[in-house]
């Protein structure tokens, strides 16, 4: 591979931290890199996990056997025009790139997730959702085209007319159907860099999904924080977070709010202390009392933010949570198999309360409530390996522990099993439970078999596999074809 592409040995991980492995990382920066990558893998029969920002909380980009192909590194190309709103960048780009030079032209993503640093190509190929997901659908329905280069060295270019089948099946297919070389898509024209926002205190889960059901007309987008520990009648009690773009003429400055640096997260609380080192106090209260304690407070202190009405925040801090307390997941732990693993639940409308609160007392019955708890909306779409559903998500993180960790992960299995008798699905970027099993019932044998076929066109040695495709595929996954 001599002159291919930056390479190490070193440790990958899952963004969760609770599983990773040492592995050979390749680094290439052009279509010949990548191209000379490819074909050592083929020469040497080298398995390759795809990896973008490493965003991906279980282990969908990680891998015991073989190397790690990171794309992070692939970013300088980010082409926009702001006559049409579209933009063509390289599969490193991240999100907060896209933003950043778009916002200055009014323009903003019209799909974002809860951290700015995604790459877009691994955004594509998770197919990630925001908080306006009922309303623009995930990140693949703003997808134009992208450029595919498979296993066999072919590249394609893939749209909803040209290889529509390669489209939505690479789209949500977790990198195992080729390389994204170049993504294009649209952006939403927006007239201030800011958004009216306002919250709203619930008492139950019901009083969250009706008041939720009730805005999907009026809002851009909704989101609603939990109390997983709340108990009976409260159970699901939270605090949702409605916003709307401003109008045009509502800004009265929208050159300021549209600048980059109007955007930029605080770097301390009150002016004072650090954000970067919060997750050194959080330590110290990231058992289940001390989250327990901090989240009925938080649900009390949203009676105040929901008296205080419409305020106006800037995009980036209202839809960056993830970033806004810098490397806050460290408060789970950070070595020896220590970390937190999220659990991503799609359920129908008609289903969705009923499960999610199974879901909840089971949890708090085994001694595993969630510390946080994130509900959203969302409707159906047409990707092949979808988790998409008319219905709802809601993502429970859980704290990863060595002694405790077995027993999580099969309780979390049986929370599958709630979620898939009632015809929902599991998200791949947030998963680390599912089986084969699992996504039979999810996606059907034809679907599977369908997307198996298009593997082995694009990849015919099966050489493109991460722990995750291992765990949920698998060699039972032939014996759908």
């Known amino acids: 591979m001599k002159h291919a592409a930056q390479r190490s040995f070193e440790w990958c991980e899952g963004w969760g931290m609770a599983f990773g492995n040492y592995a050979r990382v390749l680094r290439p920066r052009s279509i010949d890199e990548l191209r000379a990558c490819l074909q050592w893998a083929q020469s040497e029969q080298v398995p390759l996990a795809l990896r973008g920002g490493g965003c991906s909380y279980g282990d969908a980009n990680t891998t015991a056997r073989g190397a790690v192909l990171d794309l992070a590194r692939w970013n300088e190309r980010l082409e926009f025009d702001p006559a049409t709103g579209i933009a063509d960048v390289d599969p490193g780009v991240t999100v907060r790139q896209l933003w950043q030079a778009i916002l200055p032209h009014g323009h903003w993503p019209r799909v974002v997730s809860g951290t700015m640093y995604p790459t877009m190509a691994g955004a594509a190929a998770m197919n990630i959702h925001g908080k306006n997901a009922w309303k623009v659908g995930p990140l693949g329905d703003s997808i134009l085209e992208f450029d595919l280069l498979s296993m066999r060295g072919e590249l394609v270019t893939c749209s909803r007319d040209a290889h529509p089948e390669l489209f939505h099946a690479a789209i949500g297919g977790a990198g195992l159907l080729g ?14 860099g800011e958004l009216w926002v306002r919250a709203k205190r619930t008492r139950s889960l019901a009083e969250t999904m009706q008041w939720m059901e009730s805005r999907l007309s009026a809002a851009d987008y909704l989101v609603a924080w939990l109390d997983c520990f709340a108990q009976g009648e409260a159970s699901g009690r939270g605090v949702i977070h409605e916003a709307r773009h401003l109008q045009a003429g509502e800004d009265a400055a929208p050159a300021r709010t549209l600048s980059v640096a109007h955007q930029e997260l605080p770097a301390r609380i009150a002016g004072l202390f650090p954000k970067s080192e919060v997750w050194r106090i959080l330590r110290w209260i990231n058992h289940a009392p001390g989250m327990r304690a901090l989240n009925a407070t938080k649900h009390l202190l949203g009676e ?10 800037s995009h980036a801090a209202f839809a960056f949570l993830l970033d806004y307390v810098p490397n806050w997941k460290w408060a789970y732990g950070r070595h020896n198999r220590h970390g937190l693993v999220q659990h991503q639940l799609f359920v129908p409308h008609a289903q969705a309360l009923e499960v999610f609160l199974a879901v909840l007392e089971r949890d708090r019955r085994a001694g595993h409530a969630s510390f946080l708890g994130v509900l959203k909306r969302h ?14 998500s809601l993502a429970l993180d859980y704290k990863v522990e060595p002694q405790s960790r077995n027993a999580l992960l099969a309780h979390l299995d049986g929370n599958t099993r709630l979620v898939l008798e009632a015809g929902g699905r599991l998200y791949l970027a947030k998963d680390a439970v599912i089986g084969m099993h699992d996504a039979r019932r999810m996606w059907g044998d034809a679907t599977l078999a369908d997307f198996g076929a298009l593997k082995r066109s694009q990849d015919p040695q099966g050489l493109l596999q991460s722990d995750q495709h291992r765990r949920v595929f698998g060699p039972a996954w032939e014996a759908l074809a």
């Open 304 to 313: 105040v933010e929901e008296r205080q009405g419409w305020y106006r925040q």
């Open 379 to 392: 409707r159906a779409d047409a990707f092949r390996l979808t988790h998409g559903v008319d219905g709802w």
């Open 179 to 192: 390389v994204m070389t170049r993504v294009r898509l649209k952006t939403k024209p927006v007239s201030s």
